[in-house]
């Protein structure tokens, strides 16, 4: 048995640089690619441009690129840690006050931002660096004793994300070089995706998908490769491209594919795997992708920003289609509210572990609630089956408590995705008189429209065949499209205050 041994993230980019130094790592369709020894390279002459400034072991760096500017985040990213600093990794379309939040809660040293990506105004005395003028302006040379001493260790802090704040004010989830290098191969043949010439995405910098995309570059025998800006068309042109074996999706991007009409006429043999994340898979948009990539294996990975690398996978199956899989790279429990197991087919709270886990940075209110002896609260309801499958019943906070019954959002959702004509839907509880909370759908209908489209009665009719009298929506909205952060997730708060008007 081969002992894992806990690296840094430098350390894994110099591990890929030696076996790979030509090999591209990262490309950013029609706009630059970046080798390894590019990556390498360049991670080092940031990191001695951020130690001529001052930066110190520990010290956390706001970094802010666009799509365009994939490959210099990963050189900011790595440059960043190489000198012994904490990456927080930023979207570029964050209100100022947004950015204000996350920097000032960080405590952040300094912005490093691309040099097309323009950064709102940041709190005042931080300083603020253009990547390019970064390299191009030395300053003054670093103390060598500084300089040596700056170097991480795999329990050092490494990044810090924030998350997309669905439910509440974003928090910030720290993650050491260990967790992010935990699993990593340890041998030139254990690397990952070796289907594949390259995995394409289309995930946002500063979102926990886009991380998991940069640590796949450094991990996986394929390149990672994603575009400027994100369409239908111009995503399903890279599809069929030579050499993509892999797509990674979240599922609103998925569904938005499937309905385009991009993929028609395609040719999609060529891709073996796609992965959704960042949210339930509804079975109906399982099944859909199966059949427009009919060589390809759909996986839906379970996870959290604050669980990572811990997941569940499911291999999309007719058989299980409400499944979301068995675990991978940690363990899995279902456990009663006071953190005990429960046995299989009871439905309880859902924990995943990690080796090397999270936690909240400068929050231990939210820690004790979501953190315990290496477990993470997902909070979410769940069971486990006999055959060690997790199955979701719903968020906490999304259960909708309609008089006596407790109604699931999950499943009243993937009976509306059930419906031909439903592109997307979302199901939250608003305010009633009687029963407390009642349940409410809001449908984003795909095309034909008019008489012959989607209309309300035919929903209606349509689900009183599938749900519970109780689970049947009491209001139904028509939508152009549902309110989603970067990550992709549905705005429920957001999406809930719409059926007030």
Avoid at 360 to 365: F, G, N, S
């Amino acid at each position: 048995m081969t002992i894992e041994v806990p690296r840094t993230v430098p350390e894994l980019l110099d591990w890929r640089t030696a076996l790979h130094p030509e090999r591209v790592a990262v490309e950013v369709h029609g706009v630059a690619t970046l080798t390894f020894a590019e990556w390498s390279a360049g991670a080092a002459a940031v990191a001695d441009a951020l130690l001529r400034r001052g930066l110190r072991r520990g010290d956390r760096v706001g970094l802010v690129f666009n799509a365009r500017d994939w490959t210099r985040f990963a050189v900011a990213y790595c440059g960043v840690l190489r000198a012994g600093g904490v990456a927080v990794p930023l979207s570029d379309r964050l209100a100022a006050g947004q950015l204000g939040h996350a920097l000032t809660h960080c405590a952040a040293a300094a912005v490093v931002h691309g040099d097309d990506t323009p950064v709102p105004p940041v709190p005042p005395g931080l300083p603020v660096w253009i990547y390019g003028d970064l390299l191009a302006k030395p300053g003054t040379p670093p103390d060598q004793a500084a300089a040596d001493a700056s170097a991480a260790r795999p329990g050092d802090l490494a990044q810090i994300l924030y998350t997309s704040g669905t439910t509440g004010r974003p928090k910030g989830v720290a993650a050491s070089h260990a967790n992010l290098t935990a699993g990593a191969p340890q041998h030139p043949r254990r690397l990952a995706l070796a289907h594949s010439e390259r995995f394409l995405h289309a995930f946002a910098i500063g979102t926990n998908a886009g991380q998991t995309m940069l640590l796949n570059a450094l991990t996986a025998k394929a390149a990672a490769l994603t575009l400027p800006r994100f369409t239908p068309v111009r995503f399903a042109r890279l599809v069929e491209a030579p050499g993509t074996g892999t797509v990674f999706v979240v599922p609103s991007i998925a569904v938005e594919l499937l309905d385009s009409g991009a993929l028609h006429g395609r040719d999609t043999a060529g891709v073996h795997l796609i992965g959704s994340t960042a949210a339930p898979l509804a079975p109906a948009v399982a099944a859909r992708l199966a059949t427009a990539f009919p060589q390809a294996t759909i996986v839906n990975y379970y996870t959290s920003t604050e669980a990572a690398p811990a997941q569940t996978t499911m291999i999309y199956d007719p058989a299980r289609r409400d499944a979301v899989g068995r675990p991978v790279g940690g363990r899995l429990m279902v456990a009663d509210a006071d953190g005990n197991p429960l046995p299989a087919g009871t439905t309880g709270d859902v924990w995943l572990r990690a080796p090397y886990p999270r936690a909240y940075y400068r929050d231990e209110a939210a820690n004790r609630a979501t953190f315990r002896d290496g477990w993470v609260r997902m909070g979410d309801v769940g069971r486990i089956d006999a055959d060690g499958y997790l199955y979701l019943t719903d968020r906490h906070q999304d259960v909708i408590k309609t008089g006596a019954f407790k109604v699931s959002t999950l499943e009243v959702e993937a009976a509306l995705h059930d419906h031909p004509l439903v592109a997307e839907a979302a199901v939250v509880g608003v305010p009633h008189p009687v029963l407390g909370s009642a349940v409410a759908a809001a449908v984003v209908p795909r095309p034909p429209a008019g008489p012959d489209g989607l209309t309300l009665p035919v929903l209606r009719g349509f689900l009183a065949d599938r749900l519970a009298d109780y689970q049947l929506p009491a209001r139904l909205l028509l939508l152009d499209q549902l309110p989603r952060n970067e990550g992709g997730k549905v705005l429920k708060r957001q999406l809930t205050s719409l059926f007030d008007n």
